[in-house]
């Protein structure tokens, strides 16, 4: 799956936990873009579920989104160029960094475990880390992992696998969803300022073109 010579550097998207105590365990960087990105906006209801007529025009908050893409690992340049990680491993490393987006740390689990042996009652189940899907500077948003469905297509020697493919599942969070001092939230308003900035492009643009009579208008910025 090796690029044409002369193919322009693409950003990676990537899936990162802000994990201090792990920063690279939960860093998966994918190894190929997806082709597709699916996308769903559905407007926020109250959290009573009960609106009346003069609700209809209320906005709740930020829409909620929802992201599935597939992505694609293989080993095959790994395996050509000889790489170690690689031969050893095939491409379940690489899953195993998404996997770990849905498990606490073992240091959680242990400690949780200690502390219920003592005694301790624990009313809340710890706190993970947040998740944030970076897809271009347009795209760095907070998100939660809600499935990952993996499928194993090839294997090695040792049953490694060597070619998968994730269905990723993932709810973006907002301002709505997480406190103020959580990164998160600051994250999810830049993200919405970049929305407001590229509609109010693109209106101007439309509005030029419906005067002008023009399909499409170019835009320049700074000359």
Known sequence: ????????????????????????????????????????????????????????LRVWGAAVET??????????????????????????????VLEMQLYPTTV?????????????I?????????????????RVVPVKVDSLSIREQAFDLLLNPIRASVDLALTVLTYDDLPPTDVGFAMSLVHQV?????????GVANVAGALTGSAGVSVSVGG
């Open 1 to 56: 799956m090796s690029s044409f010579p002369g193919t322009p550097r693409v950003m990676a998207g990537a899936l990162v936990a802000v994990d201090p105590t792990a920063p690279l365990a939960r860093l998966a960087v994918f190894q190929y873009n997806p082709d597709e990105v699916r996308r769903e906006l559905k407007p926020r209801r109250p959290s009573s579920g009960g609106e009346s007529a003069s609700d209809a």
């Open 67 to 96: 992201i599935q893409m597939t992505v694609e690992l293989d080993a095959t340049d790994g395996l050509e160029t000889g790489d170690v990680l690689t031969q050893t491993m095939g491409v379940s490393g690489r899953l195993a």
């Open 108 to 120: 959680q689990v242990i400690t949780r475990t200690a502390l219920t042996a003592a005694g301790v």
């Open 122 to 138: 624990e009313v809340l189940p710890p706190s993970g880390p947040l998740a944030v899907l970076v897809w271009g500077p347009g």
């Open 194 to 202: 970049q929305q407001e900035v590229k509609a109010s492009i693109a």
